[in-house]
T-cell receptor
């Protein structure tokens, strides 16, 4: 099992540019989660999907952030336009049905906006 | 919504000493409970979880945690710290009966191990 796959692992971009982060969940998992981690704010849940449907996007900081899950094996998190304060590590995680099932995290994408 | 409190954002111990990382939850119905570890520049990985069986749960790398309903706690312990245990540790809960798999994380505790 390849685990949760995220790409790119590192992204450096200039303020104002569009950034797209990608995630491939573990096959068979039906929930997918996007997190952001910073020193100041810790680990924050941005949005999560169940069966490809967004369930709660209340953690998305602004309209500049959007996420999609067009099918069970792929999700994107887009920031447009990007700002320096978006610099963080973004994690994707997936889990099977049920509250007793743990989430499996990807290695993260380290985003730097200059 | 669930709430998780991790007392102590930083804990320092000497190599060979007992490790105790505290976690308390707020819920009228005992949730499912998890401990995750994050090593530098890596994602979070599961250490152990409590779902409904034995209240003392053993995990990887010699860690264990005990669910205490009366204290709404799920503290993580390890009898003897190793240098390799230096990492950030997160406690998390999920709601019984939910099929969505959402976890509510604490703020994390950074563990430093001194030689």
């Amino acid at each position: 099992d390849a685990g949760v796959i995220q790409s790119p692992r590192h992204e450096v971009t200039e303020m104002g540019q569009e950034v797209t982060l990608r995630c491939k969940p573990i096959s068979g998992h039906n929930s997918l989660f996007w997190y952001r981690q910073t020193m100041m704010r810790g680990l924050e849940l941005l949005i999560y999907f169940n069966n490809n449907v967004p369930i709660d996007d209340s953690g998305m900081p602004e309209d500049r952030f959007s996420a999609k899950m067009p099918n069970a094996s792929f999700s994107t998190l887009k920031i447009q336009p990007s700002e320096p304060r978006d610099s963080a590590v973004y994690f994707c995680a997936s889990s099977s049905r049920g509250a007793s099932y743990e989430q499996y995290f990807g290695p993260g994408t380290r985003l730097t906006v200059t | 919504a669930q709430s998780v409190t991790q007392l102590g954002s930083h804990v320092s111990v000497s190599e060979g000493a007992l490790v105790l990382l505290r976690c308390n939850y707020s819920s009228s119905v005992p949730p499912y409970l998890f401990w995750y570890v994050q090593y530098p520049n890596q994602g979070l990985q599961l250490l152990l979880k409590y779902t409904s069986a034995a209240t003392l749960v053993k995990g990887i790398n010699g860690f264990e945690a005990e669910f205490k309903k009366s204290e709404t706690s799920f503290h993580l312990t390890k009898p003897s710290a190793h240098m390799s245990d230096a990492a950030e540790y997160f406690c998390a809960v999920s709601e019984r009966g939910s099929t969505l798999g959402r976890l509510y994380f604490g703020r994390g505790t950074q563990l430093t191990v001194w030689p």
